[in-house]
């Protein structure tokens, strides 16, 4: 059993930046490949970015690709998604989550993770 929690969302001003934070309870953190999601008003539940349990794999969605950056530290059970040029399109609320040894292609698809945090919210204001 995993448990996941995010922290760092808020309101910023488009243009500005934010990092969320995900920590994981358990000895099994180095163990999991990590995703960060994001779902909007109206809208499906989509990929933001993953790192695989090595850390050795990446992958972003395409709309944040040269803006977000994923990365982990597996001594303090937590991964981290450090947003930059925040556009008000990048408003959600944001999930993290957790899949055992997953590959880059698993973490990504949001039908895959067994673990799922509260979320937290990001608000991009114009």
């Known amino acids: 059993q995993v448990q996941v929690e995010e922290s760092g969302g808020g309101l910023v001003q488009a243009g500005g930046s934010l990092r969320l934070s995900c920590t994981a309870s358990g000895r099994t953190f180095s163990s999991h490949s990590m995703g960060w999601f994001r779902q909007a008003p109206g809208k499906e539940r989509e990929s933001v970015a993953a790192i695989t349990y090595t850390g050795l794999l990446r992958n972003y969605a395409d709309s944040v690709k040269g803006r977000f950056t994923i990365s982990r530290d597996n001594a303090k059970n937590t991964v981290y998604l450090q947003m930059s040029s925040l556009k008000p399109e990048d408003t959600a609320v944001y999930y993290c989550?957790?899949?055992?040894?997953?590959?880059?292609?698993?973490?990504?698809?949001?039908?895959?993770?067994?673990?799922w945090g509260q979320g937290t919210q990001v608000t991009v204001s114009s």
């Open positions: 989550a957790a899949l055992s040894f997953a590959t880059i292609q698993q973490i990504s698809d949001p039908r895959r993770p067994d673990y």
